[in-house]
């Protein structure tokens, strides 16, 4: 079932957590989506979509059951694993970007917003949720991307959602719907 939630096309919880017990049981996919996903499956779409000619691709299949891809406010140059975005962020005090993530498991997508701003004399990375324009843009244009692809977006609550009878190499018994569909161990999310 699929519930219509504000601008986004929503996963039922239930129906989500009925998909992470068919098929996990502490199965490692990390050798089979590292050896046969096409880790750039989505950046076309992903560009074409939401109009932007710069994406990070940071897709790494080691623990990660997902596509993750981010794009940034001003579709500026700036990879965010790299030096210059720290620069960036000391030049101009702070630095938007947008994460992705596609599950490889199931048709499930969720997008997070993040600053990256300096204080103090360090970079520190934060949830974003400022009401900037960029922020009803990004979920309008997720909400068609989600609906032109038949992916079906996973909100905060049903991304922390514990599954009961499974356990995963990184976080043990009990993940979350985030560490089955996402990324099994630490998260900068909430998960």
Known sequence: MVIHSGNRVVANTDDVLKSVRQFTKYHDVSYALDKYI????????????????????????????????????????????SGSVRDYVIKFGY???????ISVLGPYVFGKSLKYEYVDSEI????????????????????????????????????????????????????????IFFEDGASSFPY
């Open 38 to 81: 096409d880790r750039f499956r989505w950046v076309d779409e992903i560009k074409k979509v939401f109009r932007v000619e710069h994406l990070d691709n940071l897709t790494d299949f080691n623990y990660a059951r997902c596509f993750t891809y981010v794009i940034n406010e001003n579709d500026l140059d700036l990879n965010v694993i």
């Open 95 to 101: 630095f938007n970007v947008f994460y992705i993530m």
């Open 124 to 179: 520190v990375l934060s949830l974003n949720d400022d009401k900037m324009e960029w922020h009803y843009r990004l979920g309008d244009t997720m909400e068609y991307f989600c609906e032109a692809n038949s992916l079906f977006y996973v909100d905060d609550e049903t991304l922390k959602a514990k599954v009961d009878e499974v356990e995963l190499e990184l976080h043990g018994p009990n993940p979350t719907v985030y560490n």
